[in-house]
């Protein structure tokens, strides 16, 4: 988001600030359907999720000009993940942080990523259309892969590859640097690919 766009944000009105916000949105649908717990999809739409998270951002928008190192997407996010945990506190009570959804590395706040989810976007990177079987195959095997690895490397890996944040985004999130962030990442990868290709017909030929 341009500096100076921030600058004159407090003399325009909410629409012009949703235009302003309108390019994120994407990037906020991926990650909310990728960390909405199953048992509340066809309860809760993402798109409004994203839609409270904008009306948060039009009445914080001080807060953020206000920190100024934070990325203008990181912000978004932040608030983003923390309507989706009011959808879930909402629509689940106490059963929020059961089923292996507890809440990940992302400083507390985003729920887990569900390797399910992962899986099926990552397998559209290896097989072309018509090949169901085969995808179906491939998708178990790197399901496998990503419950095997440690939470922490796959929410790195949701983060880079799903989500698709930069290092310096990642080391945000994750409050941490941004070399570290890099590190991490790396680890994550090679342990990823180190538990495929250990598989009976692992995936070795798999590539990001």
């Known amino acids: 988001m341009p ?3 921030l600058e004159r944000i407090d003399q325009e009105d909410q629409e012009r600030l949703s235009v302003l916000l309108a390019p994120h949105r994407e990037r906020l649908l991926r990650m909310v359907s990728l960390r909405l717990d199953p048992r509340v999809h066809g309860r809760v739409d993402p798109s409004d999720v994203i839609q409270d998270a904008y009306v948060e951002a039009c009445q914080r928008i001080e807060e953020f000009r206000r920190q100024p190192a934070v990325p203008f997407f990181v ?10 945990g009011q959808v879930h506190r909402r629509e689940l009570g106490t059963q929020a942080r059961d089923a292996g959804r507890d809440v990940s590395v992302d400083r507390g706040v985003a729920p887990d990523a569900s390797s399910a989810v992962l899986a ?3 397998v559209g990177k290896l097989t072309g259309p018509g090949e169901a079987a085969h995808r179906a195959e491939r998708k178990l095997r790197l399901q496998e892969a990503l419950d095997c690895i440690r939470s922490d490397d796959r929410e790195v890996l949701a983060l880079r590859h799903f989500e698709q944040l930069s290092n310096s985004e990642i080391a945000h999130v994750l409050g941490i640097t941004e070399s570290a962030a890099c590190r991490r990442y790396v680890r994550a990868l090679q342990r990823f690919k180190a538990e495929l290709a250990a598989m009976p017909g692992g995936l070795s030929d798999w590539e990001p």
Do not use: G, I, M, P
């Not at 996010?77 to 309507?83: A, G, P, Y």
């Open 3 to 5: 500096s100076h766009s």
């Open 120 to 122: 099926a976007q990552l």
């Open 75 to 84: 912000w978004l996010r932040f608030l983003t993940v923390q309507k989706l």
